[in-house]
Nanobody
Framework: QVLLVESGGGLVQAGGSLSLSCATS????????MVWFRQAPGQEREFVGG????????YYAESVKGRITISRDNAKNTMYMQMNRLKREDAAVYYC??????????????WGQGTQVTVSS
């Protein structure tokens, strides 16, 4: 069982920045790809970005490319996402997931509880 805990969400003005973290339990963190998804009210959960097991490869959705950076610290069992130039449409609950790398949320068994990101105009 892998436990995931997101943190760092909050209220930010459009154009501002926010940093999210996803801390995990267990000693197998470096065997999992880690991914961020988000879900806005009434919408499906969508892929935001992800990072491979070693941290050598990252992937981003087109909607956030150039504005976010995903990283991980395998010694701390934690993944990070730095979000810059936030837009109103970035507002959502952000979830982290662990497993093989897929952009489809249905492929993941291990999820955090989510952290809310609100972007004001």
């Amino acid at each position: 069982q892998v436990l995931l805990v997101e943190s760092g969400g909050g209220l930010v003005q459009a154009g501002g920045s926010l940093s999210l973290s996803c801390a995990t339990s267990g000693r197998t963190f470096n065997t999992y790809a880690m991914v961020w998804f988000r879900q806005a009210p009434g919408q499906e959960r969508e892929f935001v970005g992800g990072i491979r097991e070693s941290g050598g490869l990252t992937y981003y959705a087109e909607s956030v490319k150039g504005r976010i950076t995903i990283s991980r610290d395998n010694a701390k069992n934690t993944m990070y996402m730095q979000m810059n130039r936030l837009k109103r449409e970035d507002a959502a609950v952000y979830y982290c997931a662990a497993g093989y790398f897929y952009r489809d949320p249905s492929a993941y068994q291990h999820w955090g509880q989510g952290t809310q990101v609100t972007v004001s105009s």
